[in-house]
């Protein structure tokens, strides 16, 4: 699976953007796929992910409310609504894929073995 992650840029806190995630490989299998980001100094956190079904998805505390995971099984696109963001959400943003995984993998970022290249997010306050 290839991902090809784009949508980001420069934006006012309580802008907002939306990123997309370009699938492409062996997708009809419909991955479980999600974001994650990392901002400069720290490790790589879970944001939000959504089963081959997006109807089931899970956020972290910190964007629930503010962001919606979305996916187009047709277009094989992933994507992540970010409203009122705040400055503490700047970071690059990876969209990533895996396949199998169960509800308790979601989080973690070492049971997704397809990344995309990461999209730059930065928040000016």
């Known amino acids: 699976v290839q991902l090809q992650a784009s949508g980001g840029g420069l934006v006012q806190a309580g802008g907002s953007l939306r990123l997309s995630c370009a699938a492409s490989?062996?997708?009809?299998?419909?991955?479980?796929m999600g974001w994650f980001r990392q901002a400069p100094g720290k490790e790589r956190e879970f944001v939000a992910a959504?089963?081959?079904?997006?109807?089931?998805?899970t956020y972290a505390d910190s964007v629930k409310g503010r962001f919606t995971i979305s996916r187009d099984n047709d277009k094989k696109t992933l994507y992540m609504q970010m409203n009122s963001l705040k400055a503490e959400d700047t970071a690059v943003y990876y969209c990533?894929?895996?396949?199998?995984?169960?509800?308790?993998?979601?989080?973690?970022?070492?049971?997704?073995?397809?990344w995309g290249q990461g999209t730059q997010v930065t928040v000016s306050s």
């Open positions: 990533a894929a895996g396949l199998g995984l169960v509800w308790s993998d979601l989080r973690n970022p070492d049971r997704y073995p397809y």
């Open positions: 490989g062996r997708t009809n299998s419909r991955p479980t």
């Open positions: 959504t089963f081959r079904i997006g109807s089931v998805t």
